[in-house]
């Protein structure tokens, strides 16, 4: 194997012009997207040849330390991919597309030979398909970062503090709460206060499917937070399952002002601030 | 030594906390402020801690401490301006100052205050 290891490097270094002009014409038939410039993709293409050139002289074991910028080359260009949308298929194309061009080289060189031949396209093969695995796996591993940015973002998102009416914030939850919410939840909560100068402030968990000891400790540490600095607190949307829920697990609400609806705790919350709204009077 | 001012308003005593707590300083404030209620007769007691930013259980003991001790000596405590990130700490630590008096800012907490004391002399000539 030895031998046909320095032969598919001969090929890759002596050919190299030739072999990426093949490539690229490959490339051009099977990739046609407006995503990636061909210039782009030639560039990319001639850049990863010239690495591979260079680590294939000292094998064809991508895992070892030669093959470095290489990995890393394919790193960055799947990246790049997973951001600009692509799929895995059409990521991995660009290096299986390489296929074509070295097989044919491969024959070419060993038409005489069939045993040779035969070695030599197995080993082309495994070589162009640890290439072609190692780049999906970038591109999934950067697929991941970008779901896990995201979900970060939508906990951002899912917390928004509105304010209601003079001195009175609303912060509606929707769906599960769990520790890392609540603590995203209470911050972005306690800041509005600062900022606005809330006297009070009304949590709605009309949004919040289930309440258990857990949402419940969640909670009441947000409304001990919210007395220490100086506004009230209302909790308001509680279903009537939900409040079902809380007596049977024994949660102990006492201290706490709940009210069925939003618009209850608004009420609550403007005489509080000894404020009203009245009906315009019809002339 | 380092001192926490501690300024007279009429019968309030106003208590801003302008640097970093540490043990010594809280043990000194405690000292001082309780002496000069009973100094000067202050009815009430405003704690400014809006510049406060870090907090630990002892110092957040040492808030409620304070407040408990005004009470016995007949004046009313509110603490103002506590920082959503002490806020945090404070309830994480499990601390949840049961019986202090809170305001967002000195201004609503003079208004607190006021209106406390206020109703505290109304009342007292009816438990007569």
């Known amino acids: 194997m030895a031998d046909s290891r320095t032969k598919t490097a001969d090929i890759i270094k002596s050919d190299m012009a030739d072999l990426l002009s093949d490539w690229k014409s490959e490339l051009r038939a099977a990739v046609s997207d407006s995503r990636i410039s061909g210039a782009e993709l030639e560039t990319q293409a001639a850049e990863l040849l010239g690495l591979l050139s260079t680590a294939a002289a000292h094998g064809l074991d991508i895992s070892t330390a030669d093959w470095q910028p290489v990995r890393e080359y394919l790193d960055v260009v799947s990246r790049s991919r997973a951001i600009k949308g692509f799929s895995s298929q059409e990521t991995a194309t660009f290096i299986f597309s390489l296929k074509k061009p070295l097989f044919k080289r491969v024959r070419r060189l060993l038409a005489s030979e069939p045993a040779a031949l035969a070695d030599e396209t197995w080993a082309v093969t ?137 618009a209850d705790a608004l009420a609550l919350a403007l005489q509080r601030t000894g404020q009203a709204i009245t009906k315009a009077k019809v002339a | 030594m380092e001192r926490i001012p501690i300024l007279r308003m009429g019968n309030l005593l106003l208590v801003t906390i302008q640097v970093d707590m540490h043990d010594q300083l809280a043990r000194v404030l405690q000292d001082d402020l309780t002496s000069q209620i009973e100094k000067t007769g202050a009815k009430g007691v405003l704690i400014d801690i809006s510049a406060l930013d870090l ?22 405590t509110v603490v103002v301006g506590m920082r959503p990130a002490v806020a945090i700490t404070l309830v994480e630590l499990g601390l949840d100052l049961a019986g202090v008096d809170t305001a967002l800012d000195v201004e609503r907490g003079m ?18």
């Open chain 1, 126 to 262: 495994e070589f162009v398909d640890a290439l072609g695995m190692y780049t999906v796996k970038a591109f999934q591993k950067s697929r991941e970062e970008v779901i896990a940015r995201q979900q970060e973002e939508m906990l951002e998102l899912s917390t928004p503090v509105i304010k209601l009416w003079d001195g009175i914030i609303a912060l509606p939850m929707i769906g599960t709460l769990d520790s890392a919410r609540t603590q995203v939840v209470m911050e972005s909560l306690l800041q509005r206060i600062v900022d606005i100068g809330a006297e009070i402030a009304i949590i709605d968990i009309t949004g919040v499917p289930t309440v258990d000891t857990l949402v419940a400790q969640h909670l009441l540490k947000t409304v001990t937070a919210i007395r220490l600095m100086g506004a009230d607190c209302i909790i308001s949307g509680i279903r009537p399952q939900i409040a079902q829920t809380i007596v049977h697990l024994g949660i102990d609400l006492q201290g706490v002002i709940t009210k069925a609806t939003l």
């Open chain 2, 55 to 76: 907090v630990d259980s002892f110092i957040g003991r040492m808030i409620a401490n304070i407040s408990a001790m005004s009470r016995i000596l007949d004046a009313q």
């Open chain 2, 111 to 128: 208004k607190r205050l006021r209106s406390r004391l206020a109703a505290a002399s109304h009342d007292a000539p009816d438990t007569n």
